[in-house]
């Protein structure tokens, strides 16, 4: 991912971040149709009554999941939110794959060998990659074409440099200082061949991000402004509806180079209405559980017992504060906020410690994470002690935490956290709510004062979270964050090869920046899931990845 917004994850998270005001930060695309869509005032997408609603969800071989509304265009260089990269991972695919256990694994390429030091990959493509619609078999060409593409300065990619900056030339052409990228070349139809800058022990995993998805080029000369609407992927599914804040459906692709998916159609829900209700109305296979009824399904006195999962998610809900502006320029005033929150009491008294509290920045699913690394305990003492002997002492600005939200009333978590603030410290901050599209904006500007964040992994490789975000000459360091010893060793673990001793780097980098308070981070989600005991293989995994080929749906199950 490069900044992935979880602005409405699946399952008990979605239900956490809607009441609690917090948005995540995450990139991935989406798209796809099949040739027989005929043009109709959906753009051309087949429309389909919805059998949920009948409560005969398991007698079909169609998925009904709540789904997130897209917050940008379905085109794979351009996504930075959770909500889209669930449709995008289904519908596009690129050189290579996550599967289910988050090991990285051949997709379009069959085989890949990495010689030069490091600094080379060579690919070998399947010759049965085909593309939704007019069958166009993928060849090394619309590999080469896609990153081009992504890297094309007119086409102003915000993850491009980062996912894939380490790809020799790109730079210069994301810059405009070259027509090409250097680095790719085409051997012949089924060869491609990669030179990096220098050797990445993750490259291949950046590689699973969309940005470097293979779209069609025929289809996006003849119809420029208008393709994402039928986006033409090789994914496991096609789009074949969206109706925005109804639904989106996606059907199979029965031409599948990795096998066709079990399920006939995946439909997003995109309503709203409580998901355990839709569920228990069997409108849906899978729901959520509210925090108060958790205990209840856990010790199995709740009739859904049988049918609930936690899934802990690989991502981190965080507070960030600009260190670029006042007051928080000043790092004792950012330790003293960081001691002001009472993140344990407000998970067990809010949130029956549904979440939890996160102690460091790497949630615990993320490879190299360590329990060494440790945040500020509360302590309001030492917080007002802090504030005092700050430059910002008896004299503090007017400060405003922004908020992915509609303009309502700030959730549950922001309004204890913000009066934890004011008893502590005497502090009264303002909450503002921004819509979605424009936090995302205010973020990647920098303007900023404090937000409400968070971060989701892309790939499962601690660099994704501390190398993205705070080194300094990463595009998505938005807060400008600045520390030299911080880029010192972010810069050896970059180009370490020795994954042990990466992982140390990182480490050692990940508690200097927790030192520094410019983010705060609060809790870990947990997806508190119910699903339908027809619903077999449905994964339990951390991140997004493209998932729903696997499952499918036994009516005799009980």
Request: glycine letters at 8%; a negative charge.
């Amino acid at each position: 991912m490069s900044n992935k917004m979880l602005t409405l994850m699946m399952g008990f998270v979605a239900f956490l971040i809607l009441a609690v005001g917090v948005v995540f930060v995450f990139a991935l695309a989406s798209g796809g149709d099949d040739d027989a869509a005929s043009d109709t005032e959906n753009g051309g997408q087949e429309k389909k009554p919805s059998n949920a609603a009948a409560g005969k969800i398991c007698e079909g071989n169609i998925l009904y999941v709540p789904g997130g509304e897209p917050n940008s265009l379905l085109d794979p260089i351009q996504v930075g939110d959770v909500e889209t990269s669930e449709y995008v991972v289904e519908i596009f695919g690129g050189l290579v794959t996550l599967d289910t256990d988050l090991k990285v694994q051949p997709d379009i390429a069959k085989s890949w060998e990495v010689t030069n030091g490091g600094k080379t990959y060579t690919f070998k493509l399947r010759d049965n990659v085909v593309f939704h619609q007019g069958g166009r078999r993928v060849t090394a060409n619309d590999v080469k074409y896609s990153i081009e593409r992504a890297a094309d300065p007119a086409n102003a990619s915000p993850t491009v440099k980062a996912y894939l900056g380490n790809i020799a030339g790109l730079k210069e052409r994301f810059d405009n200082k070259a027509a090409t990228i250097s680095g790719l070349k085409v051997i012949d139809e089924q060869t491609i061949q990669i030179d990096l800058i220098e050797p990445s022990d993750y490259f291949i995993f950046e590689l699973t991000y969309p940005v470097s998805f293979v779209v069609d080029k025929d289809q996006i000369e003849k119809n420029p402004r208008n393709w994402t609407k039928q986006p033409n992927g090789t994914g496991p599914f096609k789009l074949a509806e969206f109706t925005p804040a109804e639904k989106i459906r996606l059907v199979r692709n029965d031409r599948y180079h990795l096998g066709p998916a079990k399920l006939d159609e995946v439909v997003f829900e995109l309503g709203g209405g409580s998901l355990l209700t839709r569920y228990e109305n069997d409108e849906l296979h899978v729901g959520a559980f509210p925090a108060s009824l958790l205990d209840a399904v856990k010790g199995g006195s709740n009739p859904l017992s049988k049918d609930y999962r936690a899934v802990p998610n690989m991502a981190t809900f965080y507070f960030n504060l600009n260190p670029t502006k006042a007051p928080f320029d000043d790092p004792k005033v950012r330790q003293a906020f960081a001691m002001s929150i009472d993140r344990e009491n407000i998970n067990n008294v809010l949130f029956y410690n549904a979440l939890r509290v996160a102690d460091g920045f790497l949630p615990p699913e993320m490879p190299g994470y360590t329990e060494s690394v440790t945040s500020y305990k509360y302590d309001p003492a030492k917080a007002k002690q802090l504030l005092q002997e700050s430059k910002y002492a008896g004299r503090l600005p007017r400060v405003v935490l922004s908020y992915s939200g509609s303009g309502g009333t700030p959730g549950d978590l922001l309004v204890a956290i913000q009066k934890g603030w004011e008893d502590n410290l005497g502090v009264t901050v303002e909450l503002q709510a921004i819509d979605s599209s424009a936090f995302l904006r205010e973020q990647r500007q920098g303007k900023f004062q404090m937000l409400s964040d968070g971060w989701s992994a892309d790939y499962p490789d601690p660099e994704n979270f501390l190398g993205k975000l705070f080194a300094s000459d990463s595009p998505l360091n938005y807060s400008k964050y600045n520390n030299a010893e911080v880029d010192k060793l972010l810069q050896a673990a970059r180009r370490e090869t020795d994954r042990t001793k990466r992982y140390d780097l990182y480490r050692q980098a990940e508690q200097k920046i927790v030192d520094d308070a410019s983010i705060i981070p609060t809790y870990w989600p947990v997806d508190h899931q119910v699903i339908k005991p027809c619903v077999k293989d449905y994964p339990s995994v951390s991140m997004t990845i493209p998932k729903y080929r696997y499952i499918s749906i036994d009516p005799k199950a009980k």
